[in-house]
């Protein structure tokens, strides 16, 4: 297979409609029979809360006590939040990212956050396809190539074949 290491760019195209699919509707239905809509219960009184690390998972959950009236204070060993979502910029102005810096628009909790907090224009959404690194070929790389049409997990198990 040759190497697609000259065409590592991905271009942006507008974001799908994702809502309307049958894999977001299946996730959104498995997701919301796992534990139901998200209620935090508050008795009227305000609860300090506590989080360890600062994460998307632990920056979630102080947006979602904040929602329902408590305080809670997040508590990250790092000088950085954001976890494996991280990213900064170093002194020679060169973006450090620690992390895994994509998701998938059939995460309907994910999609849910996004549009309590007003970003979905924030979103660069790109063409799906992953690349990964040869450890056995330095310098070379492979990708899988999603074929669309396919729902999810079917997509994955083609493409690696």
């Not at 919301?32 to 998307?56: C, E, H, M, T, Y």
């Not at 305080?71 to 020679?92: F, H, I, M, N, Q």
């Not at 970003?119 to 660069?124: C, F, G, N, S, V």
Request: hydrophobic share 40%; proline share 7%.
């Amino acid at each position: 297979m040759p190497s697609p290491r000259g065409n590592l760019a991905m271009k942006d195209f507008p974001k799908p409609n994702l809502e309307d699919t049958d894999n977001y509707r299946f996730a959104e239905a498995m997701s919301s029979s796992f534990n139901g809509p998200l209620k935090i219960k508050n008795d009227g009184q305000r609860k300090k809360v506590a989080i360890i690390g600062g994460g998307l998972s632990g920056l979630s959950c102080a947006k979602y006590l904040t929602d329902a009236g408590h305080e809670p204070t997040v508590y990250e060993a790092r000088d950085v939040l954001g976890g494996k979502v991280s990213a900064w910029k170093d002194e020679d102005g060169d973006w450090i990212e620690t992390g895994l810096h994509i998701f998938f628009g059939a995460y309907p909790n994910m999609m849910n956050l996004f549009a309590e907090l007003d970003i979905h224009d924030r979103l660069q959404w790109k063409v799906h396809k992953m690349i990964f690194a040869m450890q056995e070929l330095p310098g070379e790389f492979t990708t899988f190539d999603f074929i669309p049409g396919i729902p999810a997990p079917l997509n994955f198990g083609l493409a690696i074949l």
